[in-house]
């Protein structure tokens, strides 16, 4: 086994690189230096992608829960019409009012819970997967520190 492996652009002129024991203080802390800004920037971009999806699922639940809270609304016309119409009128038109209004209750209550539920999943706006992601680099970098 030789003690020198060419790298790309040395093998197209065949001039040796030399292996990582054979490199000067300087150039290893270069290298590390360029690795750990590396490691940063594609946990930065890790992060920023995990934002824009939580920030997606907030406000997918907003606009549901924005119509839960328009379907709520109509159901208190139809109440409203209901009574009205139990007042006015004979049993089977309020009748028919209150069973519209039911139903646009469950609507508003079914919109709602889901709703609430793409809220909760992009909240707290942490970037979950980053930081654990980050964690690791700095456990895995503190272990070949040691060694």
Do not use: C
Not at 45 to 54: D, F, I, N, S, T
Not at 101 to 123: D, E, P, W
């Amino acid at each position: 086994m030789s003690a020198v492996q060419p790298s790309i652009d040395e093998e197209a002129v065949g001039a040796p690189r030399p292996v990582a024991a054979e490199l000067g203080t300087g150039e290893l802390v270069k290298q590390a230096s360029q690795q750990m800004s590396d490691l940063v920037r594609a946990e930065m971009r890790l992060g920023m992608a995990e934002m824009k999806h939580k920030a997606k699922q907030t406000g997918v639940g907003a606009g549901m829960l924005s119509a839960a809270g328009l379907t709520a609304l109509y159901g208190v016309g139809a109440g409203v019409a209901a009574a009205i119409a139990a007042i006015a009128n004979v049993l089977p038109v309020w009748a028919a009012a209150l069973i519209i209004m039911g139903a646009l209750f469950v609507i508003a209550a079914v919109l709602g819970l889901i709703g609430r539920s793409r809220v909760n999943r992009g909240v707290p706006p942490v970037p979950e997967q980053a930081l654990e992601s980050t964690k690791q680099d700095v456990i895995e970098i503190k272990e070949r520190a040691r060694r």
